[in-house]
């Protein structure tokens, strides 16, 4: 970041350090912003294509394959669900296995992955399997 701020020529018109040196942390900071940003959009426009291409490959497994929404829902979200927790593991090993230190919480993660998210994915398809 010296770098930054010596390179703009500032430190040499008379700017005291300090001040060459916010700035040039000014625009170090300016430049990381706008990379997040454009990051932020090509995750979501990724995001979007990956659940439509998702739909396709639903579709054509339970048209042509044969396979049920009830087999193949719960495969994909147990991918999906070792996926994230192995990338959250690797980032931050510490804070991702806090909650299940404790008992209570523990307890709670576990409930709500049963009922809430057990039972919106069987009401959603096993309304699917029936026609509705």
Not at 3 to 14: T, Y
Not at 31 to 43: E, F, M, P, Q, S
Not at 76 to 101: E, M, N, Y
């Amino acid at each position: 970041m010296i770098r930054v701020a010596r390179q703009s020529g500032r430190l040499r018109r008379g700017i005291g350090y300090q001040e060459g040196w916010k700035q040039g942390i000014m625009k170090v900071q300016a430049w990381t912003d706008r990379h997040k940003y454009l990051l932020g959009a090509v995750l979501s426009v990724s995001g979007g294509a990956m659940w439509g291409v998702s739909g396709t490959c639903g579709q054509f497994l339970f048209t042509r394959k044969g396979l049920s929404c009830l087999w193949l829902t719960p495969i994909r979200l147990f991918l999906a669900g070792i996926l994230l927790l192995a990338w959250c593991f690797c980032k931050d090993f510490k804070t991702s296995v806090q909650p299940w230190k404790n008992k209570r919480d523990c307890m709670d993660l576990f409930l709500y992955g049963l009922a809430d998210r057990g039972g919106d994915f069987y009401g959603c398809c096993g309304g699917q399997s029936a026609g509705l």
